[in-house]
């Protein structure tokens, strides 16, 4: 394995690079990939494994309707970012080797000391649960149902300043 992380604010992304985005986002089956979501993103990380794409993070374009399902809307003002799109391909292959937590480390490090919100499944066998907690995301407010997947979601937050 040859691994490279290539971040970018997205008006730097080639077309090709949003192709390897949309396609991984397809796989990662949680959302409706398009290219404005992709585009939107103020930080894009792929990993590469010689030159193929495998895996994916991204500081998103803010939602926070997620407050309101979280019934935490009072803190809506003080998170402007909120990372996601997080996807490894290929379960044997290059999941469990860190590669995720060194996206969310890198992807941190683009937005230095500004508080950060995330949303993931609440439940004990999820990974990503487990890497934002490693990365002190406190789980706060209500779980809700999560519009597409109809599981559980717990809304995280880093609180950063
Ligand atoms: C979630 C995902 C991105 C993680 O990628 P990854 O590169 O394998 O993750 P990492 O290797 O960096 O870290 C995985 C961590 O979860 C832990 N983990 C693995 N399986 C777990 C499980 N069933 N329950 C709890 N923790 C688990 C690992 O032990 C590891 O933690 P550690 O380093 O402290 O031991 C990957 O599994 C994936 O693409 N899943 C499908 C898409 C998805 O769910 N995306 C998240 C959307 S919010």
């Known amino acids: 394995m040859n691994l490279e992380y290539i971040i970018k604010t997205s008006n730097e992304l080639s077309e090709q690079e949003i192709k390897y985005c949309l ?3 397809l796989l990662q089956k949680q959302i ?3 290219k404005e979501k992709i585009t939107s993103c103020p930080f894009v990380c792929l990993v ?3 030159n193929i794409p495998i895996a994916l993070g991204a500081i998103k374009q803010v939602s926070k309707t997620y407050f309101d399902k979280a019934e935490i809307t ?3 003002s003080k998170y402007d970012f909120e990372i996601g799109y997080f996807y490894v391909l290929e379960k044997t292959k290059y999941r469990g080797k860190k590669i995720a937590q060194n996206i969310c480390q890198k992807l941190l490090e683009c937005i230095k000391n500004k508080n950060v919100f995330a949303t993931t499944e609440e ?3 999820n990974p990503m649960k487990h890497i934002l907690e490693k990365f002190d995301f406190k789980k706060t407010g209500k779980t809700y149902i999560g519009e597409k997947t109809k599981k559980n979601i717990g809304l995280y ?3 950063r300043k």
């Open 32 to 34: 409706t990939p398009t």
């Open 74 to 76: 009072t803190l809506k």
């Open 48 to 50: 590469y494994d010689e």
């Open 157 to 159: 937050l880093l609180t």
């Open 123 to 125: 439940s004990k066998e």
């Open 23 to 25: 396609k991984l986002l």
